[in-house]
């Protein structure tokens, strides 16, 4: 079967090797088995950025060529998702700025504000300090007990967020977290609850505090449960995820737990193999059960490995993972 290519991304109008072949988005594009295949990419908007690349195709499989503000993921069906990234996306009108907490001081007004998703603290937009928080939706701004510093936290599209700033002169970052909880005591120490972001809803407990010299490091980093205790898988799609997930998070024992022969574990895990993250698959007519295993082969490329499995249920209706192995898409043979 021959690859098929997806382009997404930059609204534009798409060549390969030369062909018109439709907007971004709408078409999936054929390619060769075997050698280069030109793309090209021309954006709709007057300001964006024109991208042609020198795609190297190899045995189905794409082998370079993706560079820039491209990414691409191979998947074992054959298909080829590229995405397009950068200013060439067409211009919306954006939000006006929001300002979510202000703080007066005898150095003037701290504003902190959101625009666009982005979270900002500052006197003004020339000297302001930018927080690594996703979409704030509030905020509490209050001073501390220690000379020249306060505390923000508010909801985020992380959960929770907190921060301790600098408002004496020049605003400064000092400490910023994001989790399912985030908050600052009265002494300036910031706590927050991490989520990993797995099935079995892992998470770290952090803490961060100044040292002697005012420079806030992480003092801590507990591990814990989003809810306070695991979530226990329910379906053999559940059941093999969670197992390929704690290893992962380098977890054997519990990886180990999840397995119909627990002893087994060592060659399961061989099996897996190096990979970043585990993905669903869509169906390939084949009646298997599989998930995908990602791995991220360069800046721009990442590749996906299917791995079938079967589970059996155990005395007490529990799910366990009997056989897990690294097949080739039925579709792709």
Not at 39 to 57: D, K, M, N, Y
Not at 221 to 237: F, I, K, S, Y
Request: with cysteine; glycine share 12%.
């Amino acid at each position: 079967m021959l690859p098929m290519l997806n382009v997404t991304g930059t609204p534009g109008v798409v060549y390969l090797n030369g062909m018109f072949c439709g907007e971004t988005g709408a078409v999936a594009l054929p390619l060769r088995g075997q050698g280069i295949q030109y793309l090209e990419v021309r954006p709709f908007s007057p300001s964006g950025t024109q991208a042609v690349l020198r795609l190297e195709i190899a045995d189905g499989q794409l082998a370079g060529g993706v560079t820039g503000q491209a990414f691409a993921v191979q998947w074992p069906d054959g298909r080829i998702e590229l995405e397009l990234r950068g200013d060439e996306t067409l211009q919306t009108a954006s939000a006006p700025p929001q300002l979510l907490a202000r703080l007066p001081s005898d150095m003037g007004e701290y504003l902190f504000v959101a625009e666009e998703g982005v979270a900002s603290f500052g006197r003004d937009a020339q000297e302001a300090v930018f927080l690594p928080v996703a979409s704030p939706g509030d905020a509490q701004l209050r001073p501390l007990a220690i000379p020249g510093l306060c505390a923000v936290t508010g909801s985020c599209r992380d959960g929770r967020y907190a921060a301790v700033l600098r408002a004496q002169g020049a605003p400064e970052l000092l400490a910023c977290g994001c989790g399912l909880t985030a908050e600052v005591d009265a002494g300036g120490a910031l706590r927050c609850l991490e989520s990993v972001g797995d099935f079995a809803g892992h998470a770290y407990l952090c803490a961060y505090a100044p040292t002697a010299q005012g420079v806030y490091r992480r003092v801590s980093r507990e591990a814990a449960w989003e809810n306070g205790a695991p979530r226990q898988p329910r379906t053999p799609e559940e059941t093999a995820r969670a197992f390929l997930e704690a290893l992962l998070n380098g977890s054997a024992e519990e990886a180990a737990s999840y397995l119909w022969q627990p002893a087994g574990a060592p060659r399961l895990a061989a099996a897996a193999g190096a990979y970043d993250a585990v993905v669903s698959l869509a169906p390939d007519g084949s009646g298997e059960t599989a998930l995908g295993a990602l791995r991220t082969v360069n800046d721009n490329i990442a590749r996906v490995r299917r791995l079938v499995y079967t589970a059996r249920q155990d005395a007490t209706g529990a799910f366990k993972l009997a056989t897990l192995e690294e097949k080739p898409c039925f579709l792709a043979i």
